[in-house]
């Protein structure tokens, strides 16, 4: 089945420093989406960037991934981290038409001055 | 915009007693409707996809005996956790998207459940 391998556990920056959080994933599809979520602490997690697009770099609020599928990657970078961007980061996988995601096991960014 | 709201918040309940959650989408048409579960040090994990007008899909390991789902309208949902126990535990997600596959999943803040 689909599988998302991403940064594990905590990931603790100063703030101004660039963000890099990795995602890699595995399907039997050949037209996956891939999608990072954010989640605040008791809010709902909320879609960052998706795409579906191979070497297609695609951005939102300073954030931006491009889809490798030569690599199966889709990594999340900043160019700088900014102290509001400390959160639950989840990558994950939809692939076929079930509508089904699956996720990664999450990456808590904490963000220091 | 699109919403997804989630009641209750939060619940308690006795170890083999059964707990009901719901799940409202407003501003769009909640036209598919997954469940998912995050247990403790868990990433989540589909329970069940429900379309309207169409049979719910089950994963592996979950059952539609121990996880009965509702989608009546294409704005509401509810899932119960029936003889719950301790395993059962978790933040239960409900995901909720208006169209075609690749179309963004709206979440919900979740349903945290204990079981005591």
């Known amino acids: 089945g689909d599988s998302v391998t991403q940064t594990e556990g905590l990931v603790t920056l100063t703030e101004g420093l660039p963000v890099m959080l990795n995602c890699t994933y595995q399907t039997i599809y050949s037209n996956p989406f891939l999608f990072w979520y954010v989640h605040y602490l008791n809010e709902s997690p909320r879609l960052l960037l998706k795409s579906s697009t191979d070497n297609k770099r695609t951005e939102h609020q300073g954030f931006h991934a491009t889809l490798h599928k030569s690599s199966s990657s889709f990594h999340l970078q900043k160019s700088s981290a900014q102290l509001s961007d400390s959160a639950l980061y989840y990558c994950?996988?939809?692939?076929?038409?079930?509508?089904?995601?699956?996720f990664g096991k999450g990456t808590l960014l904490t963000v220091t001055p | 915009g699109a919403l997804v709201y989630q009641y209750p918040r939060r619940t308690i309940c006795k170890s083999g007693t059964s707990m009901r959650m719901e799940c409202q989408a407003v501003?769009?048409?909640?036209?598919?409707v997954a469940w998912y579960r995050q247990s403790p040090q868990k990433t989540f994990e589909l329970i069940a996809l429900s379309t309207v007008n169409s049979a719910i899909k089950y994963e592996q390991n979950f059952t539609q005996e121990k996880f009965p789902i509702s989608h009546p309208n294409l704005s509401f949902s509810s899932m119960t956790v029936l003889n719950a126990y301790l395993e059962d535990r978790g933040l239960y997600l409900c995901g909720a998207r208006e169209r075609d596959w690749g179309g963004e999943q709206y979440f919900g803040p979740g349903t945290r459940l204990t079981v005591l």
């Open positions: 994950a996988l939809s692939g076929g038409s079930n509508y089904k995601l699956t």
């Open positions: 501003g769009f048409q909640a036209t598919s």
